[in-house]
């Protein structure tokens, strides 16, 4: 086998940790490989469609050093403001409970919302742009390591070596299976249904997290488009086999469920773009790195959407990982297994508990247990009368 190109570290998998991965280490002007099985321009969806992720501060600082920020194709929307209600099943929202103001804790918002097409527009856009970065989609790719060195042979392609293999190829990563790292499965039996709406009245940069029994229903504000000049996405969590049923609902009996559970705050609304179902479950690798291997993002952590974290995790991720090879100085060798365990002492506490405070929230809020119930509503009750730990939960969502 001709092994004759040498990166610094090979990526596998494209998804918008591994494109923000290869963005930032190549901004250093490392020499990049990345991999994707996909072909990456049919993952712009040319039309609205309704996704979109909720960006923490702290990850908006590696979209900025990746260059990414500047490149999104259309505004982020910021997250001014954040209310916390819950209710019984098909009601809208009980009056207020908790009521988190950015203004509490600074001038900068919570976060943004941004479309997921806009975030691929922008990482499709600076993988071009950026010279030290070879890219190779829709391609697979088998990997060997030892203590030297990783060979990355692409099937019916080239073969070369990088310092280090970067495993973020999602929550199923081939690379973490051969490298036998154990994984460990939280399943939830819930699904999350996705939409986005048009809305009659604004939102003013307001999100709504309505907990029912069956899972959360957020709402979440969104930036204008030509066709719609107030705009919301809808992340709807209940028990799969109802979310089945939802996704599969006519128009007219699907605005209706989402109608009741929003309330009328925002006046009427439409449905706008598709509907899009996901099958929830948590999950943990064992450890985050090996031999010349780190796994990053979804392929070493999966949490349940109810904070939108996941991948402000997968972000953060890269940004520890990125700073921990600066700090290490120019020329440093990125599989080092000093750096790989400092990496891994950063990021593999810090996501389990993240994972934990989500599983918790889960169980917490989807029960219909009176004394649960109860429970709950004081503890709303208590934090909003309590300034500082309240924005002590506000500078953790903020990701600062
Ligand atoms: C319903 C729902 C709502 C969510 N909302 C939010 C939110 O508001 N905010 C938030 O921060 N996160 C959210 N998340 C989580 C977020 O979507 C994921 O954490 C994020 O997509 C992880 O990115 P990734 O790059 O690690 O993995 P992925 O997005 O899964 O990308 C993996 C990439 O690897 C490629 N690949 C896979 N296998 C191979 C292989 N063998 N060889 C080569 N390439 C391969 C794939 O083609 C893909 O491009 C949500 C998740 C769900 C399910």
């Given at each position: ?6 990166y610094d570290v090979a990526i596998i998998g494209a998804g918008p940790v591994g494109g923000a991965l290869a963005c930032a280490l190549a901004a250093s002007?490392l020499r990049i490989a990345l991999v994707d ?22 990850s908006?600082r590696l979209l900025?050093e990746a260059g990414l ?50 975030l691929?527009?922008?990482i499709?856009?600076r993988l071009?742009?950026i010279?030290n970065i070879?890219l ?26 990088a310092?280090l293999v970067v495993a973020a190829d999602g929550?199923?990563?081939?690379v ?112 985050y790195?090996?031999?010349?291997l780190a796994l990053m993002g979804d392929a070493a ?10 991948l402000?995790l997968g972000l953060r991720d890269v940004l520890a990982f990125t700073d921990l090879l600066k ?7 990125p599989g ?7 990496y891994?002492?950063?990021r ?53």
């Amino acid at each position: 086998m001709k092994t004759a190109t040498v990166y610094d570290v090979a990526i596998i998998g494209a998804g918008p940790v591994g494109g923000a991965l290869a963005c930032a280490l190549a901004a250093s002007g490392l020499r990049i490989a990345l991999v994707d099985k996909a072909a990456l321009p049919p993952m712009e969806h040319p039309d609205f469609d309704g996704r979109a992720y909720a960006i923490a501060n702290g990850s908006k600082r590696l979209l900025d050093e990746a260059g990414l920020w500047d490149e999104l194709p259309f505004v982020p929307c910021p997250i001014l403001g954040i209310r916390v209600t819950d209710g019984k099943p098909g009601r809208p929202p009980s009056p207020l409970k908790l009521h988190f103001d950015h203004s509490a804790v600074g001038n900068e918002p919570f976060g943004w919302i941004i479309e997921a097409r806009a975030l691929r527009i922008a990482i499709n856009r600076r993988l071009n742009e950026i010279p030290n970065i070879t890219l190779f989609a829709p391609a697979e790719a088998s990997v060997s390591r030892n203590t030297d060195a990783a060979t990355v042979q692409i099937i019916n392609g080239p073969a070369f070596t990088a310092k280090l293999v970067v495993a973020a190829d999602g929550r199923n990563s081939q690379v973490r299976a051969k490298a036998g790292i154990p994984v460990t499965r939280i399943p939830y039996h819930q699904s999350a249904v996705l939409c986005a709406i048009a809305h009659e009245k604004p939102h003013h940069g307001l999100a709504l997290e309505h907990f029912l029994p069956g899972g959360p229903f957020a709402q979440l504000p969104m930036s204008p488009i030509p066709e719609h000049k107030n705009l919301s996405a809808i992340v709807f969590t209940d028990k799969a086999a109802i979310a089945a049923r939802l996704h599969e609902l006519q128009p007219e009996r699907f605005h209706y469920e989402i109608a009741r559970r929003l309330g009328s705050q925002l006046g009427k609304i439409e449905i706008v773009g598709k509907r899009w179902t996901y099958p929830l479950s948590a999950m943990y690798a064992a450890r985050y790195t090996d031999m010349r291997l780190a796994l990053m993002g979804d392929a070493a952590h999966g949490v349940h959407p109810i904070a939108g974290q996941g991948l402000n995790l997968g972000l953060r991720d890269v940004l520890a990982f990125t700073d921990l090879l600066k700090a290490a100085g120019p020329g440093a060798d990125p599989g080092e297994p000093a750096l790989l365990a400092r990496y891994q002492a950063a990021r593999r506490p810090a996501n389990m508990a993240m994972l934990a405070a989500t599983d918790t929230l889960d169980r917490l809020f989807s029960t219909n247990n009176p004394a649960i119930r109860l429970a709950r509503d004081l503890g709303l009750a208590a934090v909003e009368r309590m300034p500082r730990l309240k924005a002590r939960f506000m500078r953790v969502a903020m990701g600062s």
